[in-house]
């Protein structure tokens, strides 16, 4: 075989190439973006109708250390739904092969272990731990001692943020939640009263219980960065309820039942102050999820069409709402709006990871500011994980970068002319 040495070009053939290349260059500059104009004004045209599409990830699950995520119970499930951080990590809960139960951190890699039985803790119980932004995670625990409380990790050290070892056996606590600044709100429910609090560590701070003149009950607290907690209530004449926020001690009605609504539940703020919840509607029976700031209510999507009903909700700072819903037709699964298909993240019945999903959990600090979803997912082969669901960027963002590059160069090469 024979080799012909092509000779290299000269610096200054490249750092000032002949004319005749920027005449060439220019005419197939102008045809390609030419093209990518059309290709960018048809892909818009279409993007309404077309689904958004999800990449998954394996955080974890119980082909390794792990066994189960969620456990039957008789006609309930033991399972606590992980959350996820505008960094993609994800905070789950399982128990364990080798005995015993932990909380859990991952992006996909090898997992980090938060807290487990091993040592002082004894459970963990049905309460979901949460994360935020700066990778601190807040949780409920029972102690070896016999006490309860709630904790926070961050970095590897464990904090108390709230002794609960008072409380009678019969109280409720529900689940925690943590903003950015690392304060935690939580709700006791029990005998004794119901009440919601927060606490950094150093204080715990009432916000508001059933002593007030307006609540029998109080409960489902949620927080944003500002300090803002958002709430469940029943009123002292046990007909009323309704969602509220709490303010620097500044109580403000979201919701309640003397318009179209009946039962609220399931609130979630983000850090613009809108809350999303769950309703049941007054004249219809019907139901759906809706946000709203205390004004006019938005409603994200109810079961006048294919949705029966609806399970539990999260809400980004876009403002984007992602449930989950049992369907009309059967099965259930996690969408971000009221198209079935266009709004889809994954459904009982599609494949994930070699299988098939029989089962879904998801809970509401399961969406980022990112849009990515974690949830816990059973699997026809008998595998239980927690997955992380990643939406694939549109194919007219990839487009549109390429048609202004394209067009910048044109530009260029058209200066060059007029110089030349």
Avoid at 86 to 91: A, F, L, P, S
Avoid at 104 to 121: D, L, P, R, V
Avoid at 149 to 160: D, M, Q, V
Avoid at 403 to 413: E, I, K, S, T
């Amino acid at each position: 075989m024979t080799f012909i040495a092509r000779p290299q070009p000269k610096i200054s053939a490249v750092l000032h190439p002949p004319t005749g290349w920027y005449q060439l260059i220019f005419r197939y500059s102008k045809w390609l973006s030419s093209g990518l104009v059309i290709s960018l004004g048809l892909s818009l045209q279409a993007e309404e109708a077309k689904a958004v599409a999800f990449t998954f990830t394996n955080i974890a699950d119980s082909r390794g250390s792990f066994s189960d995520f969620y456990i039957p119970l008789g006609d309930g499930v033991f399972v606590s739904d992980p959350a996820i951080n505008d960094k993609g990590t994800v905070v789950f809960q399982s128990f364990l092969d080798a005995g015993g139960e932990g909380i859990f951190t991952g992006s996909g890699g090898e997992t980090t272990t938060i807290a487990n039985t091993s040592g002082s803790f004894s459970r963990f119980a049905d309460n979901e731990p949460t994360i935020n932004n700066e990778g601190t995670v807040a949780f409920f625990a029972g102690l070896d001692t016999g006490g309860q409380g709630i904790f926070t990790s961050s970095g590897g050290e464990i904090a108390e943020v709230a002794d609960l070892s008072d409380l009678s056996s019969s109280t409720f606590v529900y689940n925690p939640a943590i903003n950015d600044e690392g304060t935690v709100a939580f709700s006791t429910s029990g005998p004794g009263g119901s009440g919601i609090l927060t606490s950094s560590g150093s204080e715990t701070t009432k916000v508001v219980d059933n002593s007030s003149p307006f609540f029998a009950s109080v409960s489902d607290p949620a927080i944003n960065n500002d300090g803002t907690v958002a709430f469940r209530a029943t009123l002292e004449d046990a007909e009323g309820q309704g969602i509220f926020t709490s303010s620097g001690g500044e109580i403000t009605t979201i919701v309640d039942n003397s318009g179209s609504f009946d039962s609220i539940i399931n609130p979630v703020i983000n850090n613009e102050g809108t809350v999303a919840f769950e309703a049941r509607l007054d004249d219809t029976g019907g139901n759906g999820i809706f946000t709203g700031s205390g004004g006019e209510t938005t409603t994200i999507a109810d079961n006048s069409g294919a949705f029966s009903s609806f399970i539990d909700l999260a809400l980004n700072d876009q403002g984007t709402v992602a449930f989950q819903a049992a369907l009309d037709a059967g099965g259930e699964g996690i969408f971000t709006g009221s198209d079935l298909f266009a709004d889809k993240v994954i459904a009982t019945g599609d494949s994930l990871f070699g299988s098939t999903v029989t089962s879904l959990f998801f809970q509401n600090n399961g969406l980022n500011n990112s849009g990515q979803i974690v949830f816990t997912a059973g699997l026809a082969d008998g595998t239980q994980g927690v997955f992380r669901a990643e939406p694939v960027p549109e194919p007219s963002e990839a487009l549109g970068t390429l048609a202004l590059g394209v067009l910048g160069v044109r530009y260029l090469l058209k200066r060059k002319q007029k110089k030349q």
